[in-house]
C-alpha cells in the first residue's frame, strides 16, 4: 500500500496533485491512499478543507481526513509531502520524503506489493 501525506498549504504537494489523481485513475496493481491532516501543522479545520478541495478539479483521489494527525504522527511525518509503502503485514516499509513522480511511485514498491491484476 502507498500513502501520500500532504497539506493543503504546502506548494510541492499542490504541484503534484495531478499525477496523484491520474495514478487513482490508471492504477490497477497496488493500493494508493492519501490523508491530510485537518487541525494538524497548520492544515485548515476539516469543513474549511472539504469546501476547499471540494473547488478542485481532482475527482477521481480520495482524501482521507486524519483528525489531528493521529496517524501522521504513528508514521513519522514531519514535512510535506511524505510517502509512505505499508507492507501486506501492515508494517512500515519505507519513508520517502518530498514528490514522487507515479513512475518513482511505482519503482518503489518491491515486486512482492504489486497486486498483480489479470
Sequence with gaps: MY?????????ICLAGLDE???LYVHNKDFML???VSP????????????????????KNMTVLLD???????????RGYPTSVIIGSDGTLVKTTLGHNS???IKLQLPDNYIIKII
Design 3 to 11: 500513502i501520500k501525506f500532504w497539506a493543503s498549504w504546502c506548494s
Design 20 to 22: 496523484i489523481n491520474t
Design 33 to 35: 491512499i492519501t490523508i
Design 39 to 58: 487541525n494538524f501543522r497548520e492544515e485548515k479545520n476539516s469543513e474549511d478543507f472539504k469546501k476547499w478541495f471540494s473547488g478542485l478539479e481532482y
Design 67 to 77: 483528525e489531528d494527525g493521529i496517524v501522521s504522527s504513528k508514521y513519522g511525518v
Design 102 to 104: 507515479n513512475s518513482q
